[in-house]
C-alpha cells in the first residue's frame, strides 16, 4: 500500500508549504476581471487582500480539472493505491466529490469524510492526516480518528459586510442589505450544524468587539483547552483579531493565529475575523 494525503488550498497551505509537509496540494480558483489565478502557487493571500482594498468582486471556483487529471496519472505512475482526502466542505465546494470521481477513474481508493469548515480546521485535519500517514497508522484508522475530531469541531464567522458572501451566493442579498442598514456584526457558524454552509445558523450583534465576546463565551463553554486545538483567523483586522486571542488566553487556551486564506477571503472580504475549535486528532 502507498498513500498520500491530498487537500486544497482551502486549508492555508500553499504548494510549497504542502510540499514541506508532504501533501500533495491542489488549487483553488480565483477569479478577477478576466484573470484567473491559483491560489497558493500565483497568488498570495496578501496579493488578494490587496485586490480586495481597491474594491474588486472575486469569484472562486474547484481546482482545475486538468490538474486533478494529471495528479492521478502521476499516482498511477508512482503506484499510489490510496489517498486520504481532506478538502473544504462539500456544503461549500463540489471539490471532493470531483476528486473522488477521477480518483475511481484511476484505480485509486480514496478515503475521506467531509470537514464540515475549511481554512484552519482544515489546515490542522490535513497536517495530521500526513504525520499520522508518517507514524503507519492504518488509513481506516486515520479517518476514524479525524471524524472524530470533526465531530467536536466548528467554526463562526464575523465580516465586516456581506456583500462578498452575498455576491458570491453564500447569502441572500437581502440579508447582506438588512445587515447594512441596521448597522449590525452577523455572527455566521460554518459547522456540521449547519451542513458545512455559512449561516446556517447565525446570531446578531451592533459591534465586531461585542460579536467577538459572544463567540469567545461560546468557545468557552463547548471546549476545553486541554482537548482542543483554537484558531483565531482574521483578514487586515489583526486588531480585533488580537481582542479574541487575548480573552482566549485569559481562560487558559493557546491561540493559534492565521489569516483567513485568500480563497474564503474572496467571499469574506476584508476586515473579517474568524474563530474555529477542533478536537484534538489523537497521535498528534
Avoid at 174 to 190: D, F, N, S, T, Y
Avoid at 232 to 253: I, P, W
Wanted: aromatic content about 6%; hydrophobic content about 40%.
Amino acid at each position: 500500500m502507498k498513500i498520500k494525503v491530498i487537500t486544497d488550498s482551502g486549508s492555508c497551505l500553499n504548494e510549497q508549504q504542502a510540499k514541506e509537509n508532504n501533501i500533495e496540494f491542489l488549487p483553488l480558483q480565483v477569479s478577477i476581471d478576466e484573470h484567473v489565478f491559483l491560489d497558493g502557487i500565483n497568488l498570495t493571500t496578501e496579493e488578494l487582500y490587496d485586490y480586495l482594498d481597491k474594491g474588486y468582486m472575486p469569484q472562486t471556483s474547484m481546482p482545475p480539472l486538468g490538474m486533478i487529471e494529471e495528479m492521478f496519472d502521476r499516482f498511477q505512475k508512482e503506484e499510489v493505491t490510496d489517498v486520504v482526502l481532506i478538502t473544504l466542505s462539500n456544503g461549500l465546494s463540489s471539490t471532493n466529490t470531483t476528486i473522488q470521481a477521477s480518483a475511481k477513474w484511476h484505480n485509486i481508493k480514496v478515503h475521506t469524510l467531509d470537514i464540515y469548515t475549511t481554512l484552519a480546521v482544515e489546515n490542522y485535519l490535513a497536517l495530521s492526516a500526513s504525520k499520522l500517514v508518517s507514524q503507519n497508522v492504518q488509513v481506516d484508522e486515520i479517518i476514524r480518528r479525524l471524524q472524530e475530531a470533526v465531530n467536536h469541531s466548528k467554526g463562526f464567522l464575523m465580516p465586516e459586510n456581506l456583500d462578498h458572501l452575498a455576491r458570491g451566493g453564500r447569502l441572500s442579498p437581502a440579508a447582506a442589505k438588512l445587515a447594512g442598514l441596521l448597522k449590525i456584526v452577523p455572527i455566521l457558524e460554518v459547522s456540521k450544524d449547519t451542513e458545512g454552509k455559512v449561516g446556517g445558523k447565525s446570531d446578531k450583534v451592533r459591534t465586531m468587539t461585542k460579536a467577538i465576546k459572544k463567540v469567545v463565551d461560546s468557545v468557552c463553554k463547548e471546549a476545553n483547552p486541554e482537548d482542543y486545538e483554537v484558531f483565531v483567523l482574521d483578514s487586515r483586522a489583526s486588531e480585533q483579531a488580537q481582542t479574541a486571542q487575548d480573552l482566549f488566553e485569559k481562560e487558559g487556551y493557546t491561540v493559534h493565529r492565521m489569516d483567513i486564506g485568500a480563497v474564503i477571503a474572496a467571499h469574506t472580504g476584508n476586515r473579517a475575523v474568524g474563530i474555529q475549535f477542533v478536537k484534538k486528532v489523537k497521535g498528534v
